[in-house]
């Protein structure tokens, strides 16, 4: 059966119908039409490219060009498939940065909502850019962007105090307008006391079985990145080491010159003039 592009409204019906779905990363057109022709239900196109697509250490340099040149192509290749867009650090400092940056996002790249990260101190933001009409994912936890002021890419909600913060910040997002939270590298049973707390669903990335949706990156969840893992990334292929084996086999037979076989070549005749 052809795949459904979810809407805004489906997000709150599943989490009412207790009906999970996924969510992955994908930063590139050729990615987009895997995802799309796969059957999981949401793109997002991260500031996690920072690292994945150019090489970074973290996501902090990543830049409003560099999501608008990313998320371009995951539209293009993804018309069946909910996508957000991430803003990058820097781009929501305050609400009316904040809503130009999410303006920009929505008429350059045509994505369906955007997603940024923090707690109640982002409520005037969220509250702007859902007051200009655009579809907000909050995104609370471990918050990459400002992980350094949170000791580390650390579990988080690890105190009674912390975990009350959390599913105090859940509320207030839900509150103040975001139709989904994600919530990440939390323990478990603070992902069940967040998702239980609210009527959105929420998101979990290293947030346990009990919320409403499961996200990993892509190049995480096949085996393709190499410089490190989390412990929350489960690999469910190892395209990685196939990738390496192709480009091996590639090498090896045009060493041995046995690719182009006649199959990949032009075949027709020609009376080459002697002209050396
Ligand atoms: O940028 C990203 O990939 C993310 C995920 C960790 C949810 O924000």
Known sequence: MAKVKMTVGDFKKFKKEGKRFSFVTAYDYTTATIVDESDCNIILVGDSLGMIMLGYKGTESVTMDDMVHHIRPVVKGAPNTWIIGDMPFGSYITPEIAVANAVRLIKETN???????????????????????????????????????????????????????????????????CFSIVLECVPSGVGKA???AVEIPILGIGAGPHVDCQVLVTQDLLGMYGDFKPKFVKQFAQVRQVMIEGLNEFHKETLEGTFPSPEFSFNKQVDIPKLY
Not at 135 to 147: E, K, S
Not at 148 to 164: H, M
Request: proline share 4%; charged share 20%.
């Open 194 to 196: 967040v998702s239980e």
């Open 111 to 177: 994505c369906d909502c955007v997603k940024l990260e923090g707690g109640v101190e982002m409520l005037p933001q969220i509250k702007a850019i859902v007051g200009a009409g655009i579809n907000v994912m909050g995104h609370i936890g471990l918050t990459p962007q400002t992980a350094s002021s949170l000791g580390g890419f650390k579990v988080q909600g690890g105190t009674p105090e912390s975990a009350a913060k959390l599913i105090k910040d859940a509320i207030e997002l839900e509150k103040a307008g």
